[in-house]
């Protein structure tokens, strides 16, 4: 009795409302937040306004078309198999992917039709143009015929739908024009953005290989992609540091660096165990948190 249970090992059912909470990822969804908030803080301070709907309408939008990005996500995975050890992939819970895909597609149109919305009162395309293109490199990122995730590229997209084309087209609701600042505020944005997609490449290593899909993790080797990470957490801080000299930020947006301890964390976490994929799976919301604590620094700090 007792051989037969060494034998066969006993695989403890995960309780699905588990899965489900992985498989919504909700502390994600600061990704879409942390952009607008910071376009329309560099606004404020040019500004000294906010157009409170205009801000609640983008920050809708912005979730609601982050919403379809996942959903599609794990459709379009799951036609290339690459997620057949996903359990909390919405696919897989389901098994109903047409309707996923119906999901997806609505919370699109809702999203779309939100900076449809600021773009038609403002009678000036530019909003709804950035958020479309932002959207097709997040379809570019994953869908057929592109996949260029499968390539290696994501972190590329992730930079500039998150950073520079996001983060601009936030301040571009508020002030109609253009800025510098902004777009320094969107460079750091960018960065530690792709940096969450880095991170979440590390557990997937086996998975992507079988499929074929080349992240930047693959190309590199777990040790060497984890010896990259404090070189990018550095950029972040380099560049934070730059612009308060060069006066694009205030002298209180130093207050990003109460994040280091988080960054030294990531840092040291995923060096420890780059080889051990089943440690790694939630090693991204360590990313997240610094993602997090670094957009509000530099949003609060620009208000001020
Ligand atoms: C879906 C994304 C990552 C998941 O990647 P992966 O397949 O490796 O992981 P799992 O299968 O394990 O989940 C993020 C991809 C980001 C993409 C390059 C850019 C998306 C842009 C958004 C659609 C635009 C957001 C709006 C903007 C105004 C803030
Ligand atoms: O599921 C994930 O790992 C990610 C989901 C997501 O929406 C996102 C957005 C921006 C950067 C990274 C990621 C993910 O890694």
Redesign the pocket.
């Given at each position: 009795m007792v051989k037969s249970l060494v034998d066969t090992p006993q695989i403890s059912p995960i309780p699905s409302r588990k899965l489900w909470m992985a498989a919504i990822?909700l502390p994600?969804?600061s990704?879409?937040i942390v952009p607008i908030a910071t376009g329309t803080a560099v606004a404020y301070r040019d500004t000294g306004a906010i157009n409170w709907a205009v801000f609640a309408t983008f920050l809708a939008a912005a979730i609601v078309i982050?919403v379809w990005?996942?959903l599609c996500?794990d459709v379009f995975d799951a036609e290339t198999g690459i997620d057949i050890h996903k359990a909390h992939s919405v696919v897989n819970l389901t098994g109903k992917k047409n309707l996923i895909l119906a999901i997806a597609n609505i919370c699109l149109l809702m999203g779309i039709g939100g900076v449809l919305a600021i773009s038609w009162l403002q009678q000036d395309a530019v909003v709804v143009s950035l958020v479309a293109l932002c959207c097709l490199l997040g379809y570019m990122y994953q869908g057929p015929p592109f996949r260029l995730g499968y390539q290696g590229w994501g972190e590329i997209l992730?930079f500039f739908a998150?950073g520079p084309l996001g983060v601009s087209a936030a301040y571009y609701s508020q002030t109609q024009s253009w800025s510098i600042g902004s777009l320094a505020a969107a460079v750091v944005v960018g960065i530690i953005?792709?940096l969450?997609?880095f991170?979440?490449h590390f557990n997937q290593v086996e998975d992507d290989l079988a499929a074929g899909k080349r992240s930047p993790v693959v190309r590199l080797g777990t040790k060497r992609a984890s010896q990259l990470l404090p070189w990018v957490c550095a950029v972040i801080y380099a560049v934070t540091i730059v612009a308060i000299a060069l006066q694009f930020f205030p002298i209180w947006t130093a207050i990003v660096l109460v994040s280091l301890p988080i960054a030294w964390k990531l840092c040291t976490f995923i060096g420890d165990h780059h080889e051990q994929s089943e440690m790694l799976l939630n090693c991204?919301f360590i990313a997240v948190a610094l993602h997090f604590v670094v957009g509000s620094c530099l949003s609060v700090s620009l208000i001020f």
């Open positions: 990822k994600m969804y990704v879409a982050l990005e996942n996500n992730c998150f953005t792709s969450i997609l991170c979440s991204r």
